[in-house]
């Protein structure tokens, strides 16, 4: 890895940001820890940063020569305050920017497809994480957590489609390595766990771990674009953007691996059931809104 300056680490509170910086700071890496109210890292530097009140961004950026890019979550159109956050970064001396995507947003897509596209315009060194679903969904304050714990259930429009999850340390550990290796990837990395699994496959695992029945519940598209407005409060438009990726994997979009974390982390990615027995010991720290993937979208399934 190469010698870095300071690594600005947007959403440094939420699901991979928090465990970039951790990783980070643990390699001997000088962080500036970004959220909205600073963010009390041991080890980093906290800076406020809000995506939408512009009089944040130079604090946050001056002296910073790469970042971490977690959208903000839940808006439709993040291209609109992230491009001229960019292209401001770039002027302050900015070399390097690793953004959170989805894999089910490609270049040029909805939402964050948009500043995907953009970003090797912007800067010569890049990469663009398009992560699956995260494991991490089932077990912190995701809807889907919340569900199970109180009800036993969580509930999709799935079907009998796979994903094949990932595990936001595994992101975090890629995210490090694009951040900080000698040459960036100048690519999209598309993140997934070592196997595609049902929702039904995912409930059996979960009740086999915890030793508490777990039922995935199948709901119709409408049904869970319903549910996202009305149990997690996102906005409307967002929720049926989020029950149409429902759909997609119904339709076979997520039914597939790849080899790009043990590539980049010289080891596999890790399984469902491993961090399923890891996590569930854990007091929930996620915002159910936080970046979930895919982050896109940063959906809660989810940032």
């Not at 990783?23 to 970004?34: D, I, N």
């Not at 995907?116 to 969904?137: C, G, K, Y």
């Not at 994997?249 to 974390?261: F, Q, W």
């Amino acid at each position: 890895m190469t010698s870095t300056g300071t690594v600005l680490v947007t959403g440094a509170t939420g699901t991979t940001g928090s465990r970039t910086a951790a990783r980070l700071l643990a390699a001997g890496h000088r962080v500036r820890a970004a959220a909205r109210r600073g963010a009390a890292l041991p080890g980093a530097e906290p800076a406020r940063f809000d995506w939408y009140d512009p009089a944040t961004h130079d604090d946050a950026l001056t002296g910073t020569d790469r970042v971490y890019l977690v959208p903000p979550v839940g808006d439709p159109d993040p291209a609109a305050v992230m491009l001229p956050f960019l292209e401001r970064a770039r002027t302050l001396g900015l070399r390097r920017a690793v953004l959170l995507s989805s894999s089910a947003v490609p270049e040029g897509g909805p939402a964050v497809g948009a500043v995907h596209r953009a970003l090797p315009t912007i800067f010569d060194e890049w990469a663009v994480l398009r992560p699956s679903w995260f494991m991490q969904n089932f077990t912190g304050a995701h809807l889907h957590a919340t569900t199970i714990r109180e009800t036993g259930t969580f509930a999709t429009a799935t079907g009998e489609g796979r994903v094949a999850y990932v595990d936001a340390d595994d992101i975090a550990a890629v995210a490090v390595r694009a951040l900080t290796d000698d040459h960036a990837p100048n690519r999209d990395l598309v993140l997934t766990g070592p196997q595609a699994l049902t929702h039904d496959d995912i409930a059996t695992a979960l009740t086999e771990v915890t030793g508490r029945p777990v039922t995935h519940r199948r709901l119709t598209v409408a049904e869970v674009r319903d549910r996202l407005t009305g149990q997690a409060g996102v906005p409307p438009e967002f929720a049926t953007l989020l029950a149409d990726m429902d759909r997609a994997i119904a339709n076979g979009a997520e039914d597939r691996t790849t080899d790009t974390v043990h590539r980049l982390t010289g080891r596999p990615p890790h399984d469902f059931r491993t961090v399923a027995e890891r996590e569930t010991a854990r007091v929930p720290r996620e915002s159910p809104v936080a970046d979930s993937a895919p982050a896109p979208v940063t959906r809660t399934r989810s940032a």
